[in-house]
């Protein structure tokens, strides 16, 4: 019997904290522009959260099987689609809307990521491929076209995040940074920048930092190129400073990291209901409510993080895709 290739609870723990922060982020978005604490908090979050997300899962992309992607990735989107079609809906009391070309809400993230890696090991060969990422990301948001259909906007801006985490050299990285003057460092940077936020920063909306749209849809037109590419710096090293200071021993929360795409499937369900199905954010007009938010959150995480629900979405990924495609030839034969 081969042996079970052991966990890395540094990237376990890397994750757990970003799907904590990816819920904590989504949560607290409906209450920016009420206070202050929640404007710069969100602005934190936003800076990071799917940069360092879209990181690590580059760094997990070296081996791409298409039939994998399909049952892992492209199925799960498919019938989460469906879910959150029906579910908004139902909530709203509006007619269903089914464009299966324009992801609703996070979903986005599902099918980039297919196209991420069904593409990575070949692009990867071009010399130069972050510079030529880096510099796509930022002449996209000229052209108007390039919008939220098939997630293309999202897909291209945050590409160079998922070739930097193709080739990060984690050993060399720690190697360097991992030691106290690292973490030193990564600390002070977390600091200063969250010190920032909470002066300056926070004023700036997050469409800036979301990238569903080109420069068009934003004040300062196509001038945006600028800060597009000073946000992008700012988020690559905000993923340095994060990657620095993660633990790289098991705690009681690294398991979390195993199953971080059922917290992410699931948490959306639960957060457009309470969104659109509710008045919760109406009616909770008090900064106790920030309290109540943060800690639903991350009870939020601990639940979908559980067995049963990890199993839930470990069967939906299960689909026999091969046996499928191996009927349909055999078929085609007949």
């Known amino acids: 019997m081969g042996k079970v290739k052991a966990r890395d609870y540094y990237f376990d723990n890397f994750k757990a904290i970003l799907i904590l922060f990816v819920v904590l982020g989504h949560f607290l978005a409906p209450l920016q522009n009420k206070y202050h604490i929640v404007d710069v908090a969100v602005t934190y979050i936003y800076f990071f959260h799917m940069p360092a997300f879209v990181f690590v899962c580059g760094y997990f992309s070296k081996k791409n099987d298409w039939v994998k992607l399909v049952k892992t990735i492209l199925i799960p989107y498919v019938v989460f689609q469906f879910v959150e079609a029906f579910l908004i809906a139902y909530v709203k009391q509006e007619p269903r809307v089914m464009r299966m070309m324009y992801p609703k809400f996070s979903l986005w993230f599902l099918l980039s990521l297919f196209i991420w890696r069904l593409i990575i090991n070949q692009v990867a060969r071009v010399k130069g491929i972050f510079i030529w990422a880096m510099l796509l990301a930022l002449a996209a948001g000229f052209e108007s076209t390039i919008n939220s259909y098939l997630a293309l906007s999202r897909t291209i801006v945050f590409f160079p995040f998922f070739v930097a985490g193709y080739q990060f050299n984690k050993d060399k990285f720690l190697h360097l940074c991992g030691k106290w003057k690292g973490k030193l460092i990564g600390s002070t940077v977390l600091i200063s920048f969250g010190i920032a ?94 309290l109540v938010v943060v800690a639903f959150a991350v009870g939020l995480v601990w639940v979908l993080a559980s067995k049963p629900f990890d199993f839930l979405i470990k069967k939906i990924m299960s689909v026999p895709v091969e046996r499928i495609i191996k009927e349909d030839k055999d078929n085609l034969k007949e």
């Open 197 to 290: 936020c909470f002066f300056v920063i926070y004023r700036l909306p997050l469409s800036y930092l979301t990238y569903k749209a080109g420069y068009q849809k934003h004040a300062y037109g196509d001038k945006t190129v600028i800060i597009r590419l000073i946000t992008i710096c700012i988020s690559f090293i905000l993923i340095a400073a994060i990657a620095a200071v993660i633990p790289k021993r098991k705690h009681r929360f690294s398991y979390i990291g195993e199953r971080t795409m059922t917290v992410y499937l699931l948490h959306s369900q639960v957060y457009l209901f309470l969104l659109h199905g509710t008045n919760i954010y109406e009616r909770w007009e008090t900064p106790y409510f920030i």
